[in-house]
């Protein structure tokens, strides 16, 4: 029962992950924030495959699941400090998250909730032609912590789901030792005597 009970809690969590990601997938494209998207398209791949493995019965599906999990916090934590601008991180670097292709920030960052963006003109020289120079103002959450509670949310359920992973493996791993235990006496079972006969058959004579 507790087996079962926990499977179906690590199937509700891989979908949970996959709604979360997918979601976050859709703002970081409108944000073109480029290592975001290659990243969390990997984590929708090793999720599908956990979820693959859980639902299957494959523990090595999820225990490759549960080793990315331990890599997709590290990268979530990344993220949070890197919004925090902890140590010598900055939010307004671009080179990290659009690998220096564009000037995008997160796309939360002009549509956050009461957000006012209003154009600047004449822009600055450094700004490049087809962007526009803009300041935003009246949010009533910055951008930063949007980006944040979203990878706290990872966070929690990454954590959640390597726990859960582990349970299951342990689980099915248990399962198939009982099975092959119960097997090895059904290879060497009881065998009865067999009666052999000793009738000699003898040739028989018609008369015709």
């Given at each position: 029962?507790g087996?079962?009970s926990?499977?179906?809690t690590?199937?509700?969590i891989?979908?949970?992950?996959l709604?979360c990601?997918l979601?976050?997938?859709?703002?970081d494209?409108?944000?073109?924030?480029?290592a975001?998207?290659?990243?969390?398209f990997v984590?929708i791949?090793?999720v599908i495959l956990?979820?693959?493995?859980t639902?299957?019965y494959?523990p090595?599906?999820i225990?490759?699941?549960?080793?990315?999990?331990?890599l997709?916090?590290t990268?979530?934590v990344f993220?949070i400090?890197?919004?925090?601008e902890?140590?010598d991180l900055s939010?307004?670097?671009?080179?990290?998250?659009?690998f220096?292709i564009?000037?995008?920030r997160?796309?939360?960052?002009?549509?956050?909730p009461?957000?006012?963006v209003?154009s600047?003109?004449?822009?600055?020289?450094?700004?490049?032609?087809d962007?526009?120079?803009?300041t935003?103002s009246?949010?009533?959450?910055?951008y930063?912590?949007?980006?944040v509670?979203?990878?706290?949310?990872?966070i929690?359920l990454?954590?959640a789901?390597?726990?859960?992973?582990?349970?299951?493996?342990r689980?099915?791993?248990?399962?198939?030792?009982s099975?092959?235990?119960?097997?090895?006496?059904?290879?060497y079972?009881?065998?009865?005597?067999q009666?052999?006969?000793?009738l000699q058959?003898?040739?028989?004579?018609?008369?015709?």
């Open positions: 029962m087996y079962c926990g499977r179906c690590l199937i509700f891989c979908g949970m992950q709604v990601v979601e976050r997938q859709i703002f494209f409108l944000g073109y924030q480029w975001p998207i290659l990243a969390n984590h791949i090793i956990g979820l693959f493995g639902i299957q494959r090595r599906y225990t490759g699941y549960a080793v990315w999990l331990v997709w916090v990268w979530n993220v400090c890197f919004y925090l902890a140590g939010k307004e670097t671009d080179l990290i998250l659009t220096n564009s000037m995008h997160s796309w939360w960052m002009e549509n956050g009461g957000c006012m209003t600047v003109t004449p822009a600055p020289d450094w700004a490049p032609e962007h526009r120079y803009i935003v009246g949010c009533f959450l910055e930063q912590y949007i980006e509670a979203h990878s706290s949310l990872q929690v990454a954590l789901g390597f726990i859960y992973a582990c349970y299951v493996v689980c099915i791993t248990e399962e198939e030792d099975f092959d235990f119960i097997g090895g006496f059904d290879s079972g009881y065998q009865g005597p009666k052999t006969s000793h058959l003898q040739p028989m004579y018609m008369s015709k």
